[in-house]
């Protein structure tokens, strides 16, 4: 009898040993998949950017018909086809971990929505929007690693979150190639509990994913390149305060704008928005058009191209080109379209780095660019350990870690006096408000229906 009940014992641990694997292994080809889905995606993004670049180089004035129709093409499809993929994506994926409804969810990141999500946000910076692929690459992310969790038939909540958690984490690692920056921001901007913020699970399919991304994209390939700077502690930590400050206010009014705008635009724009929608995307590429035209096509696009040059110190700094993408970052948002904020954002930091760095003659520009970049960006996002990692990984610099730090923390703190709210956690709440109304809105026509 003990012979038997030990082979028995051996048989179920064989099973539930296999059974474990073969999820591991489903898991693993999820993150793998992410990776894979980032590289394409940014491959897409790249060629739609320069290709835009291509048509206003040949002739400016071709943009006027390019960008509204294409902005007003993107809304129709989105509306049509996507519905739930406008915006930046990291809202959505911040949504769906809060939302006890897997339907809806499973709705929400749809493999649908997420194939949308790359095509509409590529047509966008094709059109000349400036928007980023990076927040779109988290949604996507999330998406492919909540389709693995149900082929697998996850049943438990928690699980089901910590994978959607994972899918987006490794969404940011793929898209920077910054496998460490994909967990930190799991940590300080989507996770909500602290079971989800040590799962083993998020940070093997950061790793995974980033890993892919590296090896697809071709070795040791960093966003900005190296940057041999460094800002010792002394007069050259003016650039710190300087940063951090101004840093700190344009990103928190960035922020305050966008929460308003996505609450509605009062008036009779406001109407237009609600009431044609398409036609008001149309205005907004009108609008992107002329700041294009006048920045001679600099607002076009992620904006990498130019902060690069201001890193390298190619290009110097002029308030304008701040002061039109600031602007053109802000349409672009309004306009409804599917698009990210991480690259504008880092772009227009560079640009308030290379302008302070203008007035420190005896501190390295590269570094103060980077301070400002850090500045921004974490003035945007509020998330200040995600800010310094991103730009730390990206430039593949850790001599200027406690710089970036300092910056980030002290933009933050002057961001959250402006904006006392998260950009992305107020957006997620407002997304979860639509989804809530929608809800409801289908449920009355059922029982009208059935009535």
């Avoid at 946000?121 to 094709?126: I, K, N, R």
């Amino acid at each position: 009898m003990r012979r038997r009940n030990r082979i028995t014992h051996f048989r179920r641990s064989a099973r539930m040993r296999t059974s474990q694997w073969r999820r591991t292994l489903i898991f693993w080809a999820g993150a793998i998949t992410v990776g894979i889905a980032a590289w394409l995606f940014a491959r897409a993004a790249d060629y739609a950017s320069s290709l835009c670049m291509s048509l206003h180089n040949w002739n400016p004035y071709v943009m006027f018909a390019v960008i509204p129709s294409g902005l007003a093409l993107s809304m129709w499809l989105t509306k049509r086809f996507f519905p739930g993929a406008q915006g930046s994506g990291i809202p959505q994926t911040i949504a769906t971990l809060h939302i006890e409804d897997f339907s809806l969810v499973n709705r929400i990141l749809a493999l649908r929505i997420a194939a949308g999500k790359i095509c509409m946000t590529t047509l966008g910076l094709l059109c000349g929007a400036s928007i980023g692929r990076e927040g779109p690459t988290v949604q996507v992310g999330a998406a492919i690693m909540n389709a693995y969790s149900r082929f697998l038939g996850h049943a438990n909540v928690s699980t089901r979150r910590g994978v959607i958690l994972a899918g987006g984490a490794a969404g940011v690692a793929a898209a920077f190639n910054t496998p460490l920056a994909g967990i930190v921001f799991a940590i300080e901007e989507l996770a909500s509990s602290f079971q989800q913020r040590t799962s083993g699970v998020m940070l093997t399919g950061v790793v995974i994913a980033g890993v892919t991304a590296i090896v697809l994209t071709g070795g040791n390939y960093t966003y900005f390149g190296h940057a041999s700077v460094d800002v010792p502690v002394g007069t050259a930590w003016i650039a710190v305060l300087a940063c951090g400050i101004l840093g700190g206010l344009g990103g928190g009014l960035f922020s305050t704008i966008l929460i308003r705008v996505g609450k509605g635009i009062p008036g009779f724009i406001g109407s237009i928005q609600r009431n044609q929608p398409i036609l008001f995307t149309a205005l907004c590429g009108v609008i992107l058009a002329i700041l294009g035209f006048a920045s001679h096509g600099d607002t076009f696009g992620t904006g990498y191209i130019q902060a690069h040059h201001l890193v390298e110190g190619s290009r110097h700094a002029h308030m304008s080109y701040f002061l039109m993408k600031y602007a053109a970052t802000i349409v672009s948002y309004c306009s409804g379209i599917p698009g990210g904020l991480f690259a504008p954002s880092l772009s227009i930091g560079a640009s308030v780095g290379g302008w302070v760095a203008r007035f420190l003659p005896h501190t390295a520009p590269g570094a103060v660019v980077l301070l400002g970049m850090v500045g921004y960006f974490s003035g945007v996002v509020q998330s200040p350990l995600t800010a310094t990692v991103i730009v730390m990984e990206m430039c593949d610099n850790q001599q200027i870690t406690l710089a970036l730090l300092a910056t980030a923390f002290l933009a933050f703190g002057v961001s959250r006096m402006v904006c006392p709210h998260s950009l992305y956690g107020r957006l997620a709440d407002q997304f979860m408000a639509r989804q809530e109304g929608y809800l409801q809105k289908k449920h009355a026509e059922n029982k009208q229906t059935k009535a």
